[in-house]
């Protein structure tokens, strides 16, 4: 299994301004994911988040609004930018491929955003 | 993409109930994952299913790989108030880039 952690846990921003979202893994794992999930809903993935190189975003969501980083195999940010009362949600930090363990996806406790 | 039909969206049951709820996608998976969120926390994987008809494990709960691999089942016996929180089912595919499709959820609440 892994264990992840997010960083901040909650924060509230002002419109027009950004924030990134640190998620830190405690083994190293193939593959990292950040998600969106509005409270009561389910979960939409944002990107993947490629070491060494650019992430894959999904459909709707560009990398100018969400620039995503992994510089190594446990770590990786995602900045929520230019923020509107929109984006006011829950950010999600996932993993697989910890141990060997290919299809075992974890999530991170996640990050609670809202914008005023 | 990918859609999974996740039912029922939400039960309310009394504490000893059995629960069962299901997802079943119009693609084949390879992998079948079931999660529980509760509130304020990211999803906890409760199993992971890897073969079509592998029925699994874990304390009360026991899930099932459907055997065209399109659809798995999550039963919880004996229900107690701590079970209490949404239900996500998760298909995995071997192409896709890994990616996981994952249902609505169902909410459940216990009473005591």
């Known amino acids: 299994s892994a264990v992840i952690s997010q960083k901040p846990s909650r924060d509230i921003c002002q419109r027009g301004t950004s924030l990134t979202i640190q998620c830190q893994v405690d083994?190293?794992?193939?593959?990292m994911f950040w998600y969106r999930q509005q409270p009561g809903q389910s979960l939409t993935l944002i990107a993947t988040a490629n070491q060494g190189s650019e992430a894959t975003y999904e459909s709707g969501f560009v990398i100018d609004k969400f620039p995503i980083s992994r510089p190594n195999l446990t770590f990786s940010t995602l900045t929520v930018s230019n923020m509107s009362p929109e984006d006011s949600s829950i950010y999600l930090c996932?993993?697989?491929?910890?141990?060997?363990?290919?299809?075992?996806?974890?999530f991170g406790p996640g990050t609670r955003l809202t914008v005023l | 993409g990918q859609q999974l039909n996740q039912s029922p969206q939400s039960m309310f049951i009394q504490e000893g109930e059995d629960v069962s709820m299901n997802c079943t996608s119009s693609?084949?998976?390879?992998?079948w994952l079931w999660y529980k969120q509760e509130p304020g926390e990211g999803p906890v994987l409760l199993i992971a299913l890897y073969k079509a008809g592998e029925l699994t494990s874990n304390g009360r709960l026991t899930a099932q790989f459907g055997i065209t691999r399109k659809d798995s089942f999550l039963n919880i016996s004996a229900s107690i108030p701590s079970d209490v929180g949404i239900y996500f089912c998760a298909g995995q595919e071997d192409t896709n880039a890994g990616k996981s499709t994952f249902g609505d959820g169902t909410t459940l609440t216990v009473k005591p």
């Open positions: 083994s190293q794992v193939t593959m």
């Open positions: 996932s993993a697989r491929g910890a141990d060997g363990s290919y299809n075992e996806q974890f």
């Open positions: 693609s084949i998976f390879n992998t």
